[in-house]
């Protein structure tokens, strides 16, 4: 069945492997100072934030030690949205998806992260700082200035006891994320050969508006909870 899709995809990939060449709807450019390269014909005006839940009241960026230090499978989900951490020594991958519903187009974006100093660490095309506020609980900032913070009630607010509880809660959290990766072959190939690869990258993608047995799936899924 065909149906409209409306695609905004930017992709920034440096040291990808030889062995899995993208493919011809991804663009392969130097870090910088090339620009991001859209292979949209109206790629997405809207501002990287925008990709973020609305927060309330802004707070600056603090002091940090290691007790921030990003931790590896710290993920959120929740509101239609899943976010995930991959992290590796001083390099790490954020994951956001945000599934499309009857009023709004949804998106993915994945960028590849490094370890600034103890505690923050700053998105490699974005710009954006991340910091573990807490062991359950995830802080983003642009320009020192808190974007969002993503919270975890089934994680401890302990960072050692939450390294444990991601363990556990792992595998069964990377399945929900692979289905909703699944929407899109790009983003797909792009979460296993980038993101799990640790590898310098910036994807950001909008997804297709819902089809006709998915908005009725969804308007069943809103009732169900309103029950």
């Known amino acids: 069945m065909n149906r409209p899709i409306f695609l905004s995809l930017l992709l920034l990939v440096f ?28 790629p997405s005006t809207s501002p ?21 230090d990003l931790l590896d499978s710290f993920y959120f989900d929740g509101n239609g ?23 709004k187009l949804g998106e993915i974006e994945m960028e590849s992260l ?10 490699s095309q974005t710009g954006r700082q991340l ?6 609980k995830l802080n ?13 009630p089934s994680i401890s607010l302990d960072q050692a006891q939450a390294v444990k509880d991601l363990n556990e809660r ?5 399945l929900l994320l692979r289905q909703d990766l699944s929407i899109s072959e790009s983003a797909k190939r792009v979460y296993t050969n980038q993101c799990q690869g640790l590898k310098g990258f910036y994807y950001k993608e909008e997804l297709p508006s819902l089809t006709v047995a998915e ?10 909870l309103k029950d």
């Open 15 to 42: 040291g990808c492997s030889k062995a899995n060449p993208p493919a011809a709807i991804e663009t392969v450019v130097p870090v910088s100072p090339s620009p991001l390269v859209s292979v949209s014909p109206s």
């Open 48 to 68: 990287v934030s925008q990709a973020l839940p609305e927060l309330q009241e802004q707070e600056v960026l603090g002091e940090l030690d290691s007790t921030n």
């Open 81 to 103: 949205i899943k976010m995930s951490l991959k992290v590796g020594g001083s390099q790490a991958c954020y994951v956001y998806i945000r599934r499309s519903t009857p009023e």
């Open 114 to 123: 490094v370890r600034e100093r103890a505690g923050l660490w700053r998105g």
């Open 131 to 136: 910091a573990q506020g807490a062991g359950n």
């Open 140 to 152: 983003i900032y642009q320009n020192n200035e808190l974007l969002t913070s993503y919270e975890n």
């Open 170 to 174: 792992k595998s069964a959290f990377s």
């Open 215 to 224: 908005q009725a799936e969804f308007e069943r899924s809103i009732k169900n």
